[in-house]
């Protein structure tokens, strides 16, 4: 059935007039557009014990950072001390004051709207901590989000209507993960906001998976990518690429085989003689495209597949990306768009010749130029892990695939500028190890599917019986 979408007003109103719930908003840097809303529905006086703006950067260091200054303002860490400080103070002040059971909860947030070069990324975090019994332990959700209007006005207002959502979620739709967060854009779009993480906990939420609340974004068209660290939890784009190296390679990792950890190791190997490397500070992914992770006969999601192959890469040690890009130039324009260092994007021989097709660039009015300039930024260069040749075990390196008289020039012009490069210390044994092939044995019960696969892989898919293992 469709979901009913509700106006912003009668949001705020209906939860003016539920006399259980009463809290405090705290918003800084985007003004008080949230509590601007509930008190122009109405019957505000029912719902909120305090407004507060802390703006000024000392003042908030003040309330919030317990002598500790944040390093970034903007951030998950000053928003989680938000909700702290203002929680704390209004259950230690009103807990045992009011007369009728009351569900106490605090809205906060802290956000970058676009300044007056428009220079700047506008972005922020807002979060709920709320409680869905009287005297009951509170839950918590917290959200980054992306503001695109280029006005502040406009961004201010995006603010004051995504605020309502949140709160109105809390109360009447935490116990349908998914319509709670399609309602997050409710009476907005995504060429007004984009969510790129939303994180929930608490003792009604246990229930919720993040990793795959964070997939439904990126089904959704909410977020454009989600990103887990390596121990499996759900991370904001920005923080976790903030002025890192970046490796990322593409795959299904149904399951990841020798192969996959080879082209990791021997492309890792390479990016390490860079000059400025830093290994605290270099950040490699294996990235997921949604289309491997969509059953093709009813577009919908499998999450028990999804979640194994997390699981396996998280357990080798890797982060994971899922994105909504089909064409590599999307993905790394959207990289470009975060203050990261170096990028580095590894494919197979096989997978870089369909990139130099200008077939794929058909929907662009600058054709495969276009898709080139916005796939080699000034931080950007390709690795290419070679393929072998099953006639004669020969190597197949990147000047080895069919090119067109136009795109031989434009591949020797990223050659001599040092923008695509050869993965060298390679295991060759490895090279025509392919996922579809592992995976197809492991249903057939072919138990030669073992040997291709790293012995934690093999252990592991045999304990839970995963792919179709029996």
């Given at each position: ?8 007003s009668?949001?705020?109103l ?11 908003f705290a ?5 008080q557009?949230?509590s ?7 019957g ?13 950067k000392?003042?908030?260091?003040l ?52 300044n ?17 019994e009287?005297?009951?332990?509170p839950?918590e ?9 280029k006005?502040n006005?406009l ?36 060429d ?10 608490g003792?009604?939420l246990n ?20 990103m ?8 904001e ?22 192969a ?28 997921i ?12 999601i499998?999450?028990?597949d999804?979640?194994?192959?997390v699981?396996l890469?998280n ?8 994105s909504?890009f ?26 870089f ?8 660039y ?13 796939l080699?930024?000034?931080n950007?260069k390709?690795?290419?892990?070679p393929?072998l ?8 390196k990147s ?5 067109t ?6 591949y ?19 090279i025509?190890?392919?996922?579809p ?14 040997k ?15 792919f179709?293992y029996k």
């Amino acid at each position: 059935m469709e979901r009913e979408v509700i106006s912003t007003s009668l949001k705020a109103l209906t939860i003016n007039l539920d006399r259980t719930t009463y809290g405090v908003f705290a918003e800084i840097g985007g003004g008080q557009e949230v509590s601007r809303n509930f008190f122009q529905a109405g019957g505000a006086s029912g719902t909120i014990a305090k407004t507060i703006s802390a703006y000024d950067k000392q003042y908030s260091d003040l309330l919030y950072s317990n002598n500790q200054a944040t390093k970034r303002y903007v951030s998950c860490q000053r928003l989680e001390e938000m909700l702290d400080c203002e929680y704390n103070q209004l259950i230690g002040s009103l807990s045992d004051k009011r007369e009728s059971p009351t569900r106490y909860f605090v809205y906060a947030n802290t956000v970058s709207t676009i300044n007056y070069k428009k220079d700047n990324v506008s972005h922020g975090w807002m979060g709920c901590r709320f409680q869905l019994e009287p005297d009951a332990e509170p839950n918590e959700i917290i959200v980054h989000i992306g503001l695109h209007e280029k006005d502040n006005v406009l961004q201010q207002n995006t603010l004051g209507i995504a605020g309502v959502n949140l709160i109105y979620a809390c109360f009447f739709h935490h116990d349908r993960p998914n319509s709670f967060i399609q309602s997050l854009l409710d009476n907005l779009s995504t060429d007004r906001m984009e969510i790129t993480m939303i994180r929930m906990k608490g003792p009604q939420l246990n229930y919720v998976d993040n990793r795959l609340l964070a997939v439904q974004l990126v089904k959704n068209g909410m977020a454009k990518a989600i990103m887990f660290d390596r121990y499996g939890n759900v991370q904001e784009p920005d923080d976790m690429l903030y002025k890192k190296n970046v490796l990322a390679f593409r795959g299904s990792f149904r399951p990841i085989t020798y192969a996959g950890f080879d082209i990791l190791k021997s492309s890792y190997a390479l990016f390490k003689r860079d000059e400025d490397y830093d290994k605290s500070n270099t950040l490699s992914f294996c990235e997921i495209t949604l289309d491997n992770l969509l059953n093709p006969e009813d577009q919908n999601i499998d999450e028990r597949d999804f979640l194994d192959r997390v699981d396996l890469l998280n357990g080798m040690g890797q982060n994971v990306m899922v994105s909504g890009f089909r064409e590599f130039y999307k993905l790394v324009h959207y990289f470009s768009g975060f203050k990261i260092h170096k990028l580095r994007l590894v494919v197979g021989a096989e997978t870089f010749e369909k990139i130099f097709d200008p077939r794929f660039y058909q929907d662009l009015r600058g054709g495969i130029l276009e898709a080139f300039g916005k796939l080699f930024p000034a931080n950007m260069k390709m690795y290419v892990y070679p393929g072998l040749k099953p006639e004669t075990s020969e190597l197949i390196k990147s000047g080895d695939i069919r090119f067109t008289e136009e795109t031989k020039h434009l591949y020797n012009y990223l050659i001599a500028g040092r923008r695509i490069l050869e993965v060298t210390e390679i295991n060759k044994k490895y090279i025509n190890i392919f996922s579809p092939m592992v995976l197809q044995r492991i249903k057939a019960g072919d138990n030669s599917w073992e040997k291709l696969v790293p012995v934690y892989v093999a252990e592991t898919i045999k304990k839970k019986n995963l792919f179709g293992y029996k």
